[in-house]
């Protein structure tokens, strides 16, 4: 199956050093957090730590729909990933599809 192009922007990320994955290293960050992916198979209770985090960094969530997010950052168990780029984020959220979507908290469909 081939890559999508977020998936690729996302490798970049992983390959600069620019995404910290974990809700616990997410959430020590300080500051430079531009976008957050959350995986679809994630509890709700981690999906409302999501949305608090997004309100805490001034951010969009994407959620990463289809295929397991550890599977794109290759990250065990990773259900919340933070891009620290500002550039990538952005090339991220102009390239999501129906694989990636953008998340404003709430059910799923």
Same mark, same amino acid.
């Given at each position: 199956?081939?890559?999508?192009?977020?998936?690729?922007?996302?490798?970049?990320?992983?390959?600069?050093?620019?995404?910290?994955?974990?809700?616990? *290293? +997410?959430?020590? #960050? &300080? %500051?430079?957090?531009?976008?957050?992916?959350?995986?679809?198979?994630?509890?709700?209770?981690?999906?409302?730590? *999501? +949305?608090?985090? #997004? &309100? %805490?960094f001034g951010c969009a969530v994407v959620l990463v729909r289809g295929v397991p997010l550890e599977d794109v950052v290759g990250k065990p168990n990773c259900k919340l990933a933070a891009v620290r780029?500002?550039?990538?984020?952005?090339?991220?959220?102009?390239?999501?599809?129906?694989?990636?979507?953008?998340?404003?908290?709430?059910?799923?469909?």
């Amino acid at each position: 199956m081939q890559r999508s192009k977020a998936e690729s922007y996302i490798g970049f990320c992983i390959r600069a050093g620019k995404l910290t994955c974990g809700f616990n *290293a +997410v959430a020590s #960050q &300080k %500051k430079d957090v531009f976008l957050l992916l959350l995986c679809e198979t994630a509890s709700e209770n981690a999906r409302k730590e *999501a +949305v608090s985090l #997004q &309100k %805490k960094f001034g951010c969009a969530v994407v959620l990463v729909r289809g295929v397991p997010l550890e599977d794109v950052v290759g990250k065990p168990n990773c259900k919340l990933a933070a891009v620290r780029d500002e550039n990538l984020a952005k090339a991220i959220l102009s390239s999501t599809d129906d694989r990636f979507i953008n998340y404003s908290g709430g059910n799923i469909r």
